[in-house]
């Protein structure tokens, strides 16, 4: 079983700042199959990135994520105040367990 | 636009079933399936399975098998998670997605979740 590992588990950034969440997995998988998640509070998770690297409809091109192997990364180049939230990257049926990109 | 409206927050003794609809609008339900999604009070997501939304087929999770059971019903573009023997750790918020067509497990549009509490 795959083990998706992100990092680091908390942030504390100001808004315009740029930043680069890590999702490690625990074997080569498929950049496919590779997905990044948004989730506010209170709501539910919401498609960001699928492919490893394709932006879902409607989601801002400041959200890049890139990747390959068993290291992929989502980058938010400027944060704005709606973008503070818990980022989950996916492979497969297995999850991360989170970044929580928190205002400083 | 593609919507997904879950049934509304649960509370259930340790022991009974409970049973959430997912209803589907704005696209074809037979396209694509329907995954289920736990989170655990303060905890990251966990998938409990998928099922198909115009054939048989349908996988679980090896820690929800035993006790989870999914179906679509096209009729209606619902699908239903029933999971039995409730245990406290059950609680959270189960959502339903749509899985995007073509793409095996990512996960394109999301239902607003439905809250089950199991407590004596």
């Known amino acids: 079983e795959i083990v998706l590992t992100q990092s680091p588990s908390t942030l504390s950034l100001s808004p315009g700042e740029g930043v680069t969440l890590s999702c490690r997995a625990s074997?080569?998988?498929?950049?496919?199959?590779l997905a990044w998640y948004q989730q506010r509070p209170g709501q539910a998770p919401r498609l960001l990135i699928y492919g490893a690297s394709n932006r879902a409809t409607g989601v801002p091109d400041r959200f890049r994520g890139s990747g390959s192997g068993t290291d992929f990364t989502l980058t938010i180049t400027r944060l704005e105040p709606e973008d503070f939230a818990v980022y989950y990257c996916?492979?497969?049926?297995?999850f991360g367990q989170g970044t929580k990109v928190e205002i400083k | 636009q593609v919507h997904l409206v879950q049934s509304g927050p649960e509370v259930k003794k340790p022991g009974a079933s409970v049973k959430v609809s997912c209803k589907a609008s704005g696209y074809s339900f037979d396209s694509a399936g329907i995954s289920w999604v736990r989170q655990a009070p303060g905890q990251g997501l966990e998938w409990v399975g998928w099922?198909?939304?115009?054939?048989?087929?349908?996988k679980y999770s090896p820690k929800f098998q035993a006790r989870v059971t999914l179906t679509a019903d096209t009729s209606s573009s619902t699908a239903y998670m029933e999971l039995r023997n409730l245990r406290s750790d059950d609680t959270g918020f189960y959502f339903c997605?749509?899985?995007?067509?073509?793409?095996?497990?990512?996960?394109?549009?999301w239902g607003q979740g439905t809250q089950v509490t199991v407590s004596s």
């Open positions: 997605a749509r899985i995007q067509r073509g793409s095996g497990t990512i996960l394109d549009y």
């Open positions: 074997q080569s998988v498929t950049s496919r199959y």
């Open positions: 099922v198909s939304s115009y054939n048989d087929n349908r």
């Open positions: 996916q492979q497969s049926w297995t």
